[in-house]
């Protein structure tokens, strides 16, 4: 369904409950799937959960994970390891064409039985699980964390641990911080030191264990790019949120600074603030290296407040749901963006002026609508296929409605 959004006006003091990480999450469902005294509070609502946590429950033979990215490759790890199982793992075209070569090498590396049924490299994937007795594995790093999480959740599941050897640049290392905090708060033994990772073998945690997952960050970042394009004083308060968070991209709260915007910790909950005017000479640069899901908000943030905008470090942004940066181009250009884009980097020069009705393409990719939603506050704009937001924040067009956004369904 396509919806289009009149010029809003945003209404202040609003407070808005967002779901729970999909990252924390799809781990935890994971880790709950081999350790069962693990119990979780507050989930992700997200298609990707949902579709993850169906997955670990299903006894069917062919397991069709559609978009979902992550589900992909975690359970390509988790199934290798389900003794006298063996399943289809499938998604949708896209998937299809996602990469999960480097993957599937470390774990065949690892003992692992997995073939390819269709192209050499990519889903669907016919995997027959068994115990996989050898510990020592490389891993390129430079290309997704999800490929060294996924190891790391099973590490402590073989016989032997795991003892993983990453090659290259890390790619988003604050995701493997994340699933090395939930192994420990099991009681599992992780060491990550230089390029190496140790993951000690354990059977079962010594007691049961409990997790409250905390919201998303990347979902918090759209409010984030509202308030940075609304006038000074505009504030809006999230919830539910840690200071000290597992999540990367919570480096939200710093890079916003550079828009005008602050945010106060309260408790669980965060108050972010319009406090300054953008002055237009600025000129954002950042490495995003550790947090690529942000640079489609940020980027349209930049070309909204018509500052120069200079992001490096999207290299994996060519392989999610979409090719994003060329997605991103694409419709900026529509909108009057003057910005060019190489394998791993984006450049967005100032612009005066902002095309009004402009349809956006979602291109199947959840972020690509909700990154360009709040220049409903600046112009008309409508959206192709909105509901694609699902896949990681159900509810966000309505709740961009209860802030003040005149949205309605073509």
């Not at 016919?126 to 594995?137: D, E, Q």
């Amino acid at each position: 369904m396509d919806i289009s959004i009149q010029k809003s006006k945003l209404l202040n003091h609003q407070h808005i409950q967002i779901t729970g990480s999909k990252s924390e999450s799809n781990r935890l469902l994971l880790l709950q799937a081999l350790y069962p005294n693990v119990s979780l509070q507050n989930l992700s609502n997200s298609d990707d959960t949902q579709l993850m946590g169906k997955a670990l429950t299903s006894t069917s033979d062919i397991i069709d994970i559609h978009h979902a990215g992550t589900a992909m490759r975690f359970l390509t790890a988790y199934f290798a390891i389900q003794e006298n199982r063996e399943v289809v793992l499938t998604g949708s075209s896209r998937m299809r064409e996602r990469p999960i070569k480097i993957l599937v090498d470390a774990l065949r590396e690892l003992g692992a039985d997995i073939a390819y049924m269709e192209n050499e490299g990519f889903p669907p994937l016919r995997i027959k699980g068994k115990t996989l007795t050898k510990s020592k594995v490389s891993l390129t790093a430079n290309v997704s964390s999800q490929y060294i999480s996924a190891l790391l959740l099973i590490g402590s599941s073989l016989p032997q641990g795991l003892d993983l050897s990453l090659t290259g640049k890390v790619t988003s290392v604050p995701y493997i911080h994340m699933t090395l905090s939930l192994l420990k708060q099991l009681g599992v033994q992780a060491y990550f030191k230089e390029n190496r990772i140790q993951i000690k073998p354990k059977s079962m945690p010594v007691t049961s264990c409990s997790f409250e997952v905390e919201s998303d960050w990347s979902s918090a970042s759209y409010f984030y790019s509202i308030i940075a394009l609304s006038k000074v004083g505009t504030e809006i308060t999230l919830s539910t949120y840690k200071k000290e968070s597992l999540q990367g991209d919570s480096k939200l709260a710093s890079i916003y600074q550079g828009f005008g915007v602050e945010t106060e910790f309260k408790g669980t909950t965060i108050k972010i603030k319009k406090t300054l005017a953008q002055d237009t000479r600025s000129n954002i640069r950042l490495d995003l290296s550790d947090a690529p899901d942000i640079a489609q908000t940020i980027a349209v943030t930049a070309f909204g407040l018509g500052v120069a905008c200079q992001l490096n470090g999207l290299h994996t942004l060519k392989i999610k749901e979409t090719d994003r940066l060329e997605a991103l181009q694409t419709e900026l250009q529509k909108l009057g963006a003057n910005i060019a884009i190489t394998e791993e980097s984006l450049k967005l020069e100032p612009s005066v002026t902002i095309n009004s009705n402009v349809s956006i393409a979602t291109y199947s990719d959840h972020r690509m609508a909700m990154a360009f939603a709040p220049l409903g506050l600046l112009v008309p704009i409508s959206f192709q296929n909105a509901y694609v937001v699902t896949k990681s924040y159900p509810n966000f067009w309505e709740d961009l409605r209860s802030i003040g956004f005149h949205i309605t369904s073509v």
